[in-house]
C-alpha cells in the first residue's frame, strides 16, 4: 500500500470525524452489565439483546421494555444429573440462537444450558414463552460457534443452523464423557434445516427429518472428523443460502445452497468454494464479517472482512460476484458428507486484485446500496465506524469516520434499523448505540453538502439546508432536493459581472448578474435582483430577473463607489415569491487598489482581481492611468537550472518576458536578502551568477527585482528556492533542487503517543535537519484537505527540532516537516504520531499515609505515559495540591498532609489529569510514625545504626526513610537504610568517624530529630558502687542464714527438682505441640459424601428449633401423596377458603398480626410458632410472603425510632421470627452450595480433634478443645494404639449385608479410652470406609479381645473395675485390661445378655473424679500425687485454634464470599430495604445501617448455622461440640462488631482466643458490605423471578393447608379481639368471614379432626 495514499487516506477519514462528532454522537445507548452474545431487530423497531444469563427487548431508541433472566442455572452435558459422566455445576447461560420470526410474531432464543434446546418468545413481550425440549439446536459450549438465520422458502420457512462440531471426540467433551452413555451434548450434524411449523415442543418443530425424504443435514466426512470449523456468518439472497466459515491453520470457505421446495433437496444442491483474497493467492486468512449487496433483484455482490493470524491490523476488503458463482459452481464439496454430492474444492475469486480497501483493525461491515452508490459501514478494533463511499464499480470515492466510541472498544457488529433506515446499531462488547448513518446538517452549503459525495444526503433549495434524501423522497416537493446523482454544478450558483470597477465599468455602469444551476428553472418574469452595498447596506440598484439580471447604477451610486476603499462588497440578491438566494461578491476598486497589498506574484494578483497591470509602473491600476499599455499578461519565473558552464551558475526561465524587454528593465537576483546582478541570456533566460553563502545548507528563496527598485518583484508563483552550500566541503557546489548535497531525514519522534488534550512538546530526532531558515511540523488525521500545522518549531542543531504540536482530536496520525515555503510532503521526513484520549486512573497504591503527608502514592491506569501534567489534592478543604512526577512513564504523588490531626481519618484523594479527567479515591491517614531513640554498633569503619521505633499500620517500606547522621551545624551525612520491620529501622554509613549523638528521620514531609545523651561520671561512679554493696550485703546475709536453712534447704530442693520436672515437660510438651501443630486432622480429606439434609427438613428443623423435629411430620411432606377429600367433606372447603382469602388478604394480615402481638397472653413461643406457621402456608406464594414482611419490617422500624441500633437485635416479635425463615429459604441454595463443605470440615474436624487426645467419658471435658470450661487439664499420660478389628455381626445368613465378610480394620485408640469411647471409634472408621448402611446401638455390640487363643469380653464396668473412695467406680479402659499395640479384637453382637446398668454417672469416674481432687488414687511407690495447674494447659486451646485455623477461616470466607461477583438475592434485597429505610428516616448515622445489615443476617441466620450444624446435616451435635462452635461464633459475631473491645490478662479465654484475628476479618466484612452496596438495588422483577423460582422448586413439600389451619386457630382464640380491631380499622365487611372461620372450626370438631 503507497504510505503516501495511506496517510492521505487516514486523514480524510478522522477530520471528518471531527466534523461529524456533535451530530451523529448517538442519541441513545444502552450499557449492559456483561458482554454482549447476540443482537436482533425486528421490522416493528424493536431491539433484541442477548447477554450472558440475560435477555434485553428494547424500543427502538434503546429504551428498555422486557427484562428476561435466563441463568445461571445448575446444568450439565446429561439429561438427568442422577448418574451423569460429571457433576453438574451453577452455569451460566450463553445465547448462541437469536432470531426474529417477524411471521408468527415470536423470537427463538436458544442458549448452551438445557442442552442446547430453544425457547420461544412472544416477539411484543420476550417474557412470554415456552420452552422446546430438542436438544442440541445450539452447542452447550461458550467455544462453539453458531449461525442461525431464517430461510425463506415457497412452501413454508425454516430456520438454517450451523454450529462447530461437539461430538465425543472434539476437544469440547470432557474425558469422562466421551465413552459414557449418559453424555448427550455430541450431535453429529454440523448444518441442519428445521422445521420451524407446528407447536412448540411437538415431535415436528425444530426436527430436520422429512419423513418422505429423509433428514435435511450436512456433517463432516469421516477422514475430516479433527477439522473444527467456526461458522461466522449466514444469509440469504434470492433463492440461494450462503454460510461463511473458517477452518484452523486454513483459508476460509463459503457454502451455498440453492432453496428447493423441500429442505433436503436443499442440502442436495450443496457447494462448497475457498474464498481468496487477493486474487489468486491461498493463504490461511480467517473471514471476520460479511454483508450481502443487492444491485439488482439479478446482480449481486458479497463484501468480506479478513484477517491474517499473528497480523491483527493487517484486515483486507475483499468482494465476490455471487452471481458468476451461482452460475459456474460445480456442486462441490470438501470437508462434508452430502448425499449426491461429488468431493472436490473450487475457488471464488475477489472482484478486484488487491484489497479494495485497507485500514488497520476493520472486524465488522454492513452495507447498503443509496442512490445508485455501494455504502459500507466498518467497524473496528478500536471503536471507529468507518463509512466508505464507493461507486458501482467499488471503486472508492470516499471515506468518512462516522461515529468513535469514547471507551475504544472493538465494534462487532453494524446493524440497520429496519424501522428507519437513517440509523444503524452499534454493537461494542458491553454497549449498544443507535446512531444517523450521515451527518448531512454539518453542510452548511450546497456545494459543500454535494462534495461530500454522501448519497444519503441532499441539499433542499427552499430550506437551504443539507438533510436526509430519504426526508423528501415522498414530500410534496421532491424536485427542490438536489441529490448527488446531481452533483454540486446543480447547486444554485450565481455570478456578478464585472469583478472591478474599472475604466470600462466607469463608461458603462451596468452590473450583470446570472443564475445557474437548478435554482435557475424556478425563475419567471416575476422575479427581481437587488444589488446592496455590504458597508452601508444601501441598495447600488434593482431590476427584473429572465435568463440574467442586468441592473444599472446610477452616477451618484457610482462615483460613491469609485471613492469606497478597495475592496468593496456587494450582497446579490434574486427573489421569486418565497424563494429568495443571496450571495456576497467581492469587487476590486481599481482607483484605490494597493500594490503593496500582493506579497509574491503582484502582476498575477493584480489581473485576477480583474484590474490592469503597468509593468513598467509596477503598479496596479485601472487602464488610462499607465505610462504606455496596460497589459494583461504578466512576466513570471517558470523555474531554474543549474548552467552547463564549469562555473554552475543558475539559470531562470521567464514566461511572457517580452513586457520587460520592451521597457529595457535591468533585472538583479535576490538570494537571501542579498541583490546579485544578473544578466539576459536570451530573450527568456537570465543568467544568476554563483554567489558566496557563508551559512551552511539552508533553503534559500530566489527571485528577480529591478536592479533600479529591488522592492519591484517579478511574480515568482512557484517559489523557487535553492540550497545555500559551503564551498570548502568536497563535492559540494552551488545547489539547485536538482542537486542537493544531502536530504534531511527523519528518524523518529519522541513521545510517539501524546494526549489529544493539550499542546505537547515533541522532539524531532534525525540527520541533516537544519536546512532551512525555519521549520513548520504538519500534522495530518483522515482528512486531505484539513490539516493541522505548528510552526511553533526550533532548529536545535543538525540532528534535532523540537515542535510544538497542534490540538487535535484522538488517533493515528502522521508528522511531516517542511521548511520554508515547501507545501508538499517528502517521505523521509515523515513520522507517525498517536494522539491519546482514552486516559484513565484506575488505581492507586498504598492507600494508606501519616498525617504530616508526603507519602509517595503509585498512580495506575490507561494511558498515563502521554500524561504531562497531574494534580491531587483533598476533598473538603482548602486546595492543597500534592507534588506529582513521572519516572519511565509511571506517575507518583505525594500524599499532602491531612486535614486535621485526629487518626485515623478518611479522606477523598482526588487526582485530575491535565486539566480536565478527573478520579477520586479513599486515602486513610494514620498518626505520624514515632521513632524515640536508636542505638549505634561499629564494624570496620562501618557505623551501624537501629532506630527504634512504634509499631503502626503504615507498612513502611525500605526506600520511604530517610535517615542522616549530623556531624555539626550544617554538615550530615545519609545512612543507607538496609532493613525495616515493624519496630526498628537499621542502617549502614561508611565513615571514618563511627561516633553519632544526633540522627536525622526522614518519612515524607515528617522529620524527627534524635539526640543520644551521654552518661556523666557521677552517673558511672553510681552504677558501679551500687552493684558491689548490693553484693556485699547479699554475700553477708547468706553466710548469716546459711546454717539455719541448711535442712530445711535440702527438704526443699527434693521438692523443687520434682515440680521442676513437671513444669519443664509440660512447658515442653505444649511448646513442642504448638509449634508442629496443624499436621493432626487428616480425614477431612476423606470425608466421602456430605450428608446434607433435603430442603423441608432443614425448614422445618430452623423453623422449629425447639421441637426436636416433632413438627416435620406434621408440615412436611412424605412420599405418599395425601388422598383427594371425600366427598362428604365438601362442606368444610367454604370455611376453609375464607380462612385462605383472609389470610392472603395483605392488609388484613398484617392487621392480624398487630393485633395478636397486643395480647399478653401471645408468648414469644407463639409469635415464633406463628411465623413459621405462616411461612409453611404461603411458601408457594413467596412473592406474597415477600411483601407481607417488608410491609410488617417497615412497620417494626417506625417504632424503633427512638433506638434504632436495638432494630433486630431479638426475635420478639412475628416479623423478626419471619425474617428469620424468610432468609433461611432463599439462603438455602447459596448455603448448600458454597457454605456447606467448609462447614462440615470444620465440624469434622473439631470432632476428630476433641478425639486425638484423652476426652473423659462422664463429663466429656477433652484435652484437645477451643473452650476452656470444657478444657480435660487432670490428665495422665497416654499412648495411642493401634488395634486391628474384625467383625462377626451376622446372626443369620445375609449375602446381601455380609459384615462379616469386610476385610480387618485398623483402628487408632488411646490406652485411656473407655471400653464405650473405643466402640464409638472403631464404629467411626467402619462408617467412614464403608458408609452408614449398617448401624447399631452400642449397647447390642459388645468388643471381645482375642487373647492367647481365648476370648475375654471388654465392658466398662465388670468385676474388675476399680473402686475408690466413697464407693466410687472407674470406667475400665484399654489400658485396664492391659491391651498391647496390634492387639485382636472381634466386634459381636450382644445376643441374649442384658445390658448393663452401669448407675449413675455421679457414681462413676473416668479421667476426672466428680467429688475429688484426682480421679486416680495414690498407687504403692507413686509416693504423692502429681501437681497440676490449669493454666498450663491453657497452650491445648492455642494449639487447637491453630489446628482448626484453615477450617475457621474457609468457613467464614466462604459466607462472606461473593461468587462471581453476584451477591444471593435475598441479602441484596434486605440490604437494599434497610438502605432504603434509612434514607427515608433520614438516618446519617452510618453504624446505624451497619448493625441493621449485621443483625439481619449474620446474627439472625449465620450464627443459628454455626451453632447448629445439625440444622443442615443428618447428624447429632454433642454437648462439646455445641461449645467449641460457640467459641467460633462468638469470633464470627465479633467480626461484625463496630466496637473493639480492650482484652487483658483477666478477659476470658474464648474472647482472647481470635482476638488478633477479628481486626483482619472486620476488614473483609467492611469490604463485604461494601461490595454490596456497590452491586446497585435489585430490581422487583429480579426479586419476584427468585422467589417464583423458589416457590417452583420446592412445591409440594410442605402441608400448607394443615400450617394455615394453624393459623385459624390463633384467629378462632382472638376472634373477638380481631372483631374489635376490624372495626376500628374500617374493615367491617371482613366480620362476615371471621364467623365463616369459626364454623369451619367447629364442623371441623363435629367431624372428630380435631
Known amino acids: 500500500m503507497n504510505p503516501v495514499k495511506d496517510v492521505s487516506l487516514y486523514f480524510l477519514l478522522f477530520n471528518s470525524l471531527v466534523a461529524l462528532a456533535i451530530e451523529v454522537n448517538p442519541e441513545d445507548l444502552f450499557e449492559f452489565s456483561s458482554r454482549i452474545n447476540n443482537i436482533a431487530v425486528s421490522a416493528g423497531g424493536r431491539v433484541f439483546v442477548a447477554t450472558e444469563n440475560s435477555l434485553y427487548q428494547l424500543n427502538q431508541s434503546l429504551g428498555l ?3 428476561e433472566r435466563t441463568g445461571p442455572h445448575l446444568d450439565g452435558p446429561c439429561e438427568e444429573q442422577q448418574g451423569c459422566c460429571i457433576k453438574w455445576e451453577e452455569k451460566a447461560n450463553v445465547n448462541k440462537i437469536l432470531v426474529v420470526d417477524e411471521n408468527k410474531n415470536r423470537v ?27 436438544w442440541n439446536v445450539a452447542p452447550i459450549y461458550v467455544e462453539a460457534s453458531t449461525v442461525a438465520f431464517l430461510v425463506k422458502a415457497q412452501r413454508m420457512d425454516y430456520l438454517l443452523t450451523a454450529t462447530t462440531l461437539t461430538e465425543k471426540s472434539s476437544r469440547f467433551v470432557p474425558s469422562t464423557c466421551r465413552d459414557n452413555s449418559s453424555y448427550k451434548g455430541d450431535f453429529d450434524y454440523t448444518i441442519t434445516l428445521r422445521d420451524l411449523s407446528g407447536n412448540v415442543g411437538a415431535d415436528t418443530f425444530l426436527g430436520f427429518t422429512e419423513a418422505e425424504f429423509g433428514n435435511a443435514v450436512a456433517k463432516l466426512s469421516q477422514k475430516h472428523q479433527a477439522v473444527e470449523l467456526q461458522y461466522i456468518q449466514g444469509f440469504q439472497w434470492q433463492k440461494h443460502i450462503y454460510i461463511l466459515h473458517n477452518a484452523i491453520n486454513l483459508s476460509a470457505e463459503i457454502i451455498q445452497m440453492d432453496i428447493k421446495d423441500y429442505r433436503t433437496t436443499t442440502v442436495s444442491s450443496f457447494s462448497q468454494a475457498t474464498l481468496l483474497c487477493p486474487q489468486g493467492k491461498k493463504q490461511a486468512l480467517k473471514v471476520l464479517s460479511s454483508a450481502l449487496i443487492t444491485l439488482s433483484p439479478s446482480q449481486a455482490f458479497m463484501v468480506a472482512i479478513f484477517s491474517e493470524p499473528g497480523r491483527s491490523k493487517y484486515s483486507p476488503l475483499c468482494f465476490y460476484n455471487l452471481t458468476q458463482f451461482n452460475e459456474s459452481k460445480k456442486g462441490s464439496k470438501y470437508y462434508f458428507q452430502v448425499e449426491n454430492v461429488v468431493e472436490s474444492n473450487e475457488d471464488l475469486n475477489p472482484i478486484h486484485s488487491t484489497s479494495v480497501f485497507d485500514y488497520p483493525g476493520l472486524m465488522s461491515v454492513s452495507a447498503s446500496v443509496v442512490q445508485g452508490r455501494i455504502v459500507l459501514f466498518l467497524g473496528t478494533e478500536e471503536g471507529l465506524l468507518i463509512k466508505l463511499i464507493m461507486d458501482r464499480n467499488l471503486a472508492v470515492i470516499r471515506p468518512i469516520a462516522l461515529f468513535e466510541l469514547e471507551n475504544e472498544a472493538p465494534i462487532r457488529q453494524v446493524t440497520f434499523d429496519r424501522l428507519d433506515a437513517n440509523y444503524l446499531y452499534i454493537t461494542a462488547e458491553k454497549t449498544v448505540n443507535r446512531i444517523k448513518v450521515a451527518a448531512c446538517a454539518q453542510y452548511s452549503s450546497c456545494t459543500d453538502c454535494l462534495s461530500a459525495q454522501d448519497p444519503y444526503c441532499g441539499w433542499y433549495i427552499l430550506e437551504k439546508r443539507c438533510s436526509f434524501v430519504h426526508e423528501y423522497e415522498n414530500s410534496s416537493n421532491p424536485s427542490y432536493c438536489i441529490t448527488t446523482k446531481e452533483g454540486s454544478n446543480s447547486c444554485p450558483n450565481m455570478t456578478l459581472k464585472p469583478s472591478a470597477i474599472d475604466h470600462s465599468f466607469k463608461n458603462t455602469k451596468l452590473f450583470t448578474v446570472e443564475l445557474r444551476g437548478k435554482f435557475s428553472n424556478f425563475m419567471n418574469e416575476n422575479s427581481t435582483c437587488t444589488l446592496r452595498n455590504a458597508r452601508n447596506n444601501e441598495v447600488i440598484c434593482t431590476a427584473k430577473y429572465t435568463t440574467q439580471c442586468s441592473c444599472r447604477v446610477s452616477n451618484n451610486t457610482y462615483t460613491q463607489l469609485e471613492n469606497q476603499p478597495d475592496p468593496v462588497t456587494i450582497e446579490a440578491s434574486v427573489e421569486f415569491r418565497s424563494l429568495n438566494f443571496t450571495t456576497r461578491f467581492t469587487v476590486h476598486n481599481c482607483y484605490k487598489i494597493a500594490t503593496a497589498r500582493f506579497n509574491n506574484a503582484p502582476c498575477s494578483e493584480c489581473i485576477k482581481s480583474g484590474c490592469h497591470w503597468c509593468a513598467v509602473e509596477h503598479r496596479c491600476t485601472h487602464a488610462s492611468s ?7 499578461l504578466c512576466p513570471q519565473i517558470d523555474e531554474a537550472k543549474l548552467s552547463p558552464s564549469p562555473a554552475k551558475d543558475l539559470n531562470i526561465f521567464l514566461k511572457h518576458p517580452q513586457v520587460l524587454k520592451d521597457a529595457n528593465i ?35 528563496p530566489v527571485n528577480l527585482v529591478d536592479s533600479k527598485n529591488s522592492g519591484n518583484i517579478i511574480d515568482n508563483p512557484n517559489n523557487i528556492t535553492v540550497y545555500s552550500c559551503d564551498v570548502q566541503k568536497p563535492g559540494c557546489v552551488f545547489c539547485s533542487p536538482e542537486r542537493i548535497c544531502k536530504e534531511p531525514i527523519v528518524k523518529s519522534i519522541k513521545p510517539q503517543r501524546v494526549s489529544s488534550s493539550r499542546r505537547a512538546t515533541v522532539t524531532i530526532v534525525g540527520s541533516g535537519l537544519n536546512v532551512g531558515s525555519c521549520a513548520v511540523l504538519q500534522v495530518k488525521g483522515m482528512s486531505d484537505y484539513v490539516t493541522a500545522k505548528s510552526s511553533d518549531c526550533i532548529i536545535e542543531n543538525n540532528t534535532l527540532i523540537r515542535c510544538v504540536l497542534p490540538e487535535t482530536t484522538h488517533g493515528k496520525k502522521t508528522a511531516c516537516l517542511l521548511y520554508d515555503s515547501e507545501r508538499d510532503c517528502v517521505a523521509n521526513r515523515t513520522a507517525e504520531l498517536e494522539y491519546i484520549s482514552n486516559i484513565l486512573i484506575t488505581k492507586i497504591h498504598p492507600t494508606v499515609s501519616w498525617a504530616s503527608g508526603g507519602r509517595s502514592i503509585t498512580i495506575s491506569g490507561r494511558n498515563l505515559d502521554v500524561v504531562e501534567q497531574m494534580q491531587a489534592w483533598l476533598t473538603g478543604g482548602p486546595k492543597k495540591p500534592a507534588e506529582c512526577s513521572v519516572i519511565n512513564s509511571t506517575w507518583f504523588c505525594d500524599s499532602p498532609p491531612a486535614q486535621s490531626r485526629e487518626t485515623p481519618s478518611n479522606y477523598s484523594m482526588l487526582f485530575n489529569v491535565s486539566g480536565s479527567k478527573e478520579k477520586v479515591f479513599n486515602v486513610t491517614y494514620q498518626e505520624d510514625p514515632e521513632f524515640y531513640n536508636f542505638k549505634t554498633t561499629t ?17 513502611l517500606r525500605t526506600s520511604e526513610f530517610k535517615i542522616f547522621v549530623r556531624k555539626g551545624k550544617d554538615e550530615r551525612s545519609q545512612c543507607n537504610v538496609t532493613e525495616v520491620t515493624e519496630d526498628k529501622i537499621k542502617c549502614v554509613l561508611i565513615t571514618s568517624d563511627t561516633s553519632a549523638s544526633e540522627i536525622e528521620v526522614k518519612v515524607g514531609k515528617y522529620e524527627k530529630v534524635l539526640i543520644s545523651q551521654l552518661p556523666g561520671k557521677s552517673i558511672f561512679v553510681i552504677l558501679i558502687v551500687i552493684p558491689i554493696m548490693l553484693l556485699v550485703f547479699i554475700i553477708i546475709y547468706f553466710w548469716a542464714t546459711r546454717r539455719k536453712a541448711k535442712q530445711f534447704s535440702q527438704s526443699l530442693n527434693c521438692q523443687m527438682e520434682s515440680l521442676e520436672s513437671q513444669f519443664r515437660n509440660q512447658i515442653r510438651e505444649g511448646f513442642v505441640e504448638l509449634q508442629t501443630e496443624g499436621s493432626d486432622v487428616h480425614l477431612i480429606d476423606n470425608y466421602g459424601s456430605i450428608p446434607f439434609l433435603d430442603y423441608k427438613h432443614f425448614a422445618a428443623r430452623t423453623f422449629f428449633p425447639e421441637g426436636n423435629g416433632e413438627y416435620v411430620p406434621n408440615f412436611v411432606r412424605g412420599l405418599i401423596i395425601t388422598a383427594p377429600l371425600a366427598p362428604e367433606q365438601d362442606n368444610l372447603n367454604e370455611g376453609f377458603n375464607a380462612l385462605y382469602n383472609f389470610l392472603s388478604n395483605e392488609q388484613f394480615l398484617v392487621t392480624l398480626i398487630h393485633n395478636l402481638e397486643q395480647q399478653k397472653d401471645f408468648s414469644i413461643k407463639d409469635r415464633c410458632r406463628f411465623a413459621s406457621f405462616l411461612t409453611i402456608a404461603f411458601h408457594s ?48 441454595g447459596f448455603l448448600r452450595e458454597s457454605v456447606g463443605e467448609p462447614l462440615f470440615k470444620l465440624v469434622s474436624a473439631i470432632k476428630q480433634r476433641i478425639s486425638l487426645g484423652p476426652v473423659d467419658a462422664v463429663s466429656g471435658k477433652a484435652l484437645h478443645t477451643l473452650n476452656e470450661d470444657w478444657l480435660l487439664w487432670e490428665v495422665t499420660d497416654f499412648k495411642t494404639l493401634k488395634l486391628d478389628v474384625s467383625f462377626q455381626l451376622n446372626i443369620v445368613a445375609d449375602d446381601e449385608n455380609d459384615l462379616d465378610s469386610k476385610p480387618t480394620l485398623e483402628v487408632d485408640v488411646l490406652d485411656c479410652d473407655t471400653i464405650g469411647q473405643a466402640k464409638e471409634k472403631i464404629f467411626e472408621a467402619f462408617f467412614n470406609k464403608y458408609g452408614y448402611s449398617q448401624r447399631f446401638q452400642m449397647e447390642d455390640i459388645d468388643l471381645v479381645l482375642v487373647k492367647n487363643g481365648g476370648n475375654q469380653i471388654l465392658q466398662d464396668i465388670d468385676q474388675s473395675s476399680q473402686v475408690l473412695e466413697n464407693g466410687i467406680k472407674k470406667l475400665n479402659t484399654i489400658g485396664h485390661y492391659q491391651i498391647p499395640a496390634a492387639a485382636s479384637l472381634v466386634v ?27 480421679a486416680e488414687t495414690p498407687k504403692p511407690g507413686q509416693g504423692k500425687q502429681k501437681f497440676k495447674v490449669k493454666e498450663m494447659y491453657l497452650t491445648k486451646l492455642l494449639s487447637s485454634k491453630v489446628a482448626l485455623h484453615s477450617f475457621v477461616e474457609d468457613l467464614f470466607r466462604s459466607i462472606w464470599a461473593i461468587p462471581n461477583n453476584k451477591a444471593p438475592i435475598a441479602i441484596r434485597h434486605i440490604f437494599d430495604m434497610l438502605q432504603a429505610q434509612a434514607l427515608n428516616k433520614k438516618i446519617t448515622d452510618p453504624d446505624v445501617l451497619h448493625i441493621w445489615k449485621t443483625n439481619s443476617l449474620p446474627l439472625r441466620f449465620w450464627i443459628n448455622i454455626i451453632k447448629n450444624p445439625q440444622f443442615v446435616f443428618d447428624m447429632e451435635k454433642s454437648p462439646h461440640l455445641d461449645s467449641c462452635l460457640s467459641v467460633i461464633a462468638q469470633a464470627f459475631m465479633d467480626s461484625f462488631s463496630l466496637v473493639s473491645h480492650q482484652l487483658g490478662k483477666h478477659s476470658p479465654t474464648n474472647k482472647v482466643l481470635y482476638a488478633r484475628d477479628i481486626p483482619h476479618y472486620k476488614e473483609e466484612v467492611k469490604a463485604y458490605y461494601r461490595q454490596i452496596a456497590d452491586m446497585g438495588a435489585v430490581t422487583k422483577e429480579e426479586m419476584e423471578n427468585f422467589l417464583t423460582e423458589e416457590s417452583k422448586k420446592h412445591e409440594n413439600e410442605f402441608k400448607e393447608k394443615d400450617a394455615m389451619v394453624e393459623l385459624g386457630k390463633y384467629i ?32 371441623k370438631s363435629k367431624c372428630g379432626w380435631e
Open 1612 to 1643: 378462632l382464640r382472638y376472634s373477638f379481639q380481631l372483631e374489635s380491631k376490624l372495626e376500628t380499622e374500617g374493615m367491617q365487611e371482613m366480620n362476615e368471614g371471621i364467623l365463616k372461620i369459626k364454623e369451619y372450626f367447629n364442623s
Open 626 to 632: 499607465c505610462n504606455g499599455s496596460a497589459g494583461r
Open 1181 to 1228: 406464594k413467596l412473592v406474597y410472603l415477600t411483601s407481607v414482611l417488608d410491609h410488617l419490617l417497615k412497620d417494626l422500624m417506625d417504632g424503633s425510632i427512638a433506638q434504632p441500633k436495638l432494630l433486630l437485635r431479638r426475635t420478639e416479635t412475628v416479623v423478626e421470627k419471619l425474617l428469620t425463615n424468610w432468609v433461611s429459604l432463599c439462603m438455602y
Open 939 to 955: 564494624d570496620d569503619k562501618r557505623l551501624l545504626i537501629t532506630v527504634m521505633k512504634k509499631k503502626d499500620n503504615l507498612q
Open 1388 to 1414: 459381636i453382637r450382644r445376643v441374649n445378655r442384658p445390658r448393663t446398668d452401669s448407675g449413675s454417672t455421679n457414681k462413676l469416674c473416668h479421667l476426672v473424679s466428680p467429688h475429688t481432687e484426682f
Open 666 to 700: 535591468d533585472l538583479n537576483c535576490m538570494f537571501d536578502g542579498e541583490s546579485k546582478a544578473a544578466s539576459w541570456i536570451n530573450n527568456s533566460v537570465i543568467q544568476c551568477v554563483r554567489p558566496q553563502f557563508v551559512a551552511e545548507r539552508r533553503i534559500i
Open 108 to 134: 427463538l432464543t436458544c442458549g448452551t444450558l438445557r442442552l442446547g434446546a430453544c425457547e420461544v418468545r412472544q416477539l411484543h413481550n420476550i417474557s412470554q414463552y415456552k420452552s422446546d425440549q430438542r
Open 65 to 67: 421494555e422486557v427484562f
